[in-house]
């Protein structure tokens, strides 16, 4: 199973959510004590919400196009005269040779 990027965020984004949720208060506070279950669980919230903003910006339709790319076995991604402007731009994207405009 290949992991990518996007999906090992979004897991980190998930345990910081559990770890700074009401639900686990009582089991921090037992484990830790009052003054460090708090801190945990606000540290948690803020790291969550920070690694949220590069998960924004790699599950973007660019990122899921480039991601597709990137994938062994995919020859080209070809977008015809119907593609917005995010797929246009990176058919014109020399970095980004997999992805082309239809003749």
Do not use: R, Y
Not at 6 to 14: I, R, S
């Amino acid at each position: 199973m290949n992991i990518t990027p996007a999906q090992w965020l979004a897991f980190a984004v998930g345990a910081c959510a559990v770890l700074s949720g009401s639900s686990a208060a009582a089991q921090l506070t037992q484990l830790f004590g009052g003054a460090v279950a708090g801190q945990i669980a606000a540290g948690a919230g803020l790291l969550g919400g920070l690694l949220a903003i590069p998960l924004a910006l790699l599950t973007g339709q660019s990122g899921q196009v480039k991601a597709v790319a990137a994938m062994p076995g995919v020859e080209k991604i070809e977008t015809n005269n119907q593609a917005n402007a995010t797929l246009k731009a990176l058919a014109a994207d020399d970095n980004q040779p997999k992805v082309v405009t239809a003749k």
